[in-house]
């Protein structure tokens, strides 16, 4: 089993930036991706961006690429998304999730699943 516990949204003007934290605990070393999803009202949960525990395996949606940027840290099994030039479309619920699937792109692919931290960008 593995719990993920999302931290750091909140509200945000356009053009700001916010930090999110997912921290990890239980058996994170089977899971060896991980992934932030989001979902905006009415809308599917999309991917936003993974990373590998070792930091490397970075990917990005295109919608985010160039703003958003994805780490870990193992000593605290926490991975974060740095998330700045906030747009309006970037408002939504934000997902942790881990996967074994190196090349993580959907949420079909995800075993294990955050609450969600919301982040909304206002004008």
């Known amino acids: 089993q593995v719990r993920l516990v999302e931290s750091g949204g909140g509200l945000v003007e356009a053009g700001g930036s916010l930090r999110l934290s997912c921290a990890a605990s239980?058996?994170?070393?089977?899971?060896?991706?991980m992934g932030w999803f989001r979902q905006a009202p009415g809308k599917e949960r999309e991917f936003v961006a993974r990373v590998s525990w070792n930091g490397a395996n970075t990917a990005y949606a295109d919608s985010v690429r160039g703003r958003f940027t994805i780490s870990t840290d193992n000593a605290k099994n926490t991975v974060f998304l740095q998330m700045s030039s906030l747009k309006l479309e970037d408002t939504a619920v934000y997902y942790c999730?881990?996967?074994?699937?190196?090349?993580?792109?959907?949420?079909?692919?995800?075993?294990?699943w955050g609450q969600g931290t919301q982040v909304t960008v206002s004008s």
């Open positions: 999730a881990a996967s074994s699937v190196y090349d993580l792109r959907t949420k079909e692919e995800c075993e294990y």
């Open positions: 239980g058996r994170t070393a089977k899971w060896s991706t």
